[in-house]
T-cell receptor, first 115, second 111 residues
Framework: EAGVAQSPRYKIIEKRQSVAFWCNPI?????LYWYQQILGQGPKLLIQ????????DSQLPKDRFSAERLKGVDSTLKIQPAKLEDSAVYLC?????????????FGSGTRLTVV | RKEVEQDPGPFNVPEGATVAFNCTYS??????FFWYRQDCRKEPKLLMS???SGNEDGRFTAQLNRASQYISLLIRDSKLSDSATYLC????????????FGQGTTLQVKP
């Protein structure tokens, strides 16, 4: 079974630039999550989608971060403009259903460095 | 106060040692509990779920104390390959798959 695919693997940008990350969840997984993991910390949920609808975006800095999952499959996370403190690994995860944790799988992440 | 608290370590132990990690959580309504393992520059991977009755998987034993809001992980006969960061993880609601992670405890097993 293919895992959660993410790209790019690494990205280096200057502050105030914009950047986008892409995620393809495991086939059949209705729920998709974006987490931010800052060095030395555990992952923190940014946004959760159920199909193409947002379930929880309470910790998403909406002045600069946006995410979409238009067709209920792939998702993109965008940062515009980036700040130095956005340097982190952005992890995408997916699971079968909204409340169930069955099949919860993380992708390998996108490592963002803002300089 | 952090929702999930762990001692970041590092814990440096010799091969064959027994090591225990502890974790506390603040939300008494938390529903599900896990230990994840994260290797350097890799994604977190589920190590084991944690149940009130305690559960064991080979050299790993996990315990949950709901009254004290405390979770533990015991690793017996440590191997070099156990070197990693161990993340204590809590799910607070059956309506959402949101996982709340501790900052992780780093284990380094030395020959």
């Amino acid at each position: 079974e293919a895992g959660v695919a993410q790209s790019p693997r690494y990205k280096i940008i200057e502050k105030r630039q914009s950047v986008a990350f892409w995620c393809n969840p495991i086939s059949g997984h209705a729920t998709l999550y974006w987490y931010q993991q800052i060095l030395g910390q555990g992952p923190k949920l940014l946004i959760q989608f159920q199909n193409n609808g947002v379930v929880d975006d309470s910790q998403l800095p909406k002045d600069r971060f946006s995410a979409e999952r238009l067709k209920g499959v792939d998702s993109t996370l965008k940062i515009q403009p980036a700040k130095l403190e956005d340097s982190a690994v952005y992890l995408c995860a997916s699971s079968f259903s909204r409340g169930g944790l069955h099949g919860y799988t993380f992708g390998s992440g996108t490592r963002l460095t803002v300089v | 106060r952090k929702e999930v608290e762990q001692d970041p370590g590092p814990f440096n132990v010799p091969e064959g040692a027994t090591v225990a990690f502890n974790c506390t959580y603040s939300n008494s309504a938390s529903q599900s509990f896990f230990w994840y393992r994260q290797d350097c520059r890799k994604e977190p991977k589920l190590l084991m779920s944690v149940y009130s009755s305690g559960n064991e998987d080979g050299r790993f034993t996990a315990q949950l104390n709901r009254a004290s809001q405390y979770i533990s992980l015991l690793i017996r006969d440590s191997k070099l390959s156990d070197s990693a960061t161990y993340l204590c993880v809590v799910n607070c609601s059956s309506n959402t798959g949101k996982l709340i992670f501790g900052q992780g405890t780093t284990l380094q097993v030395k020959p």
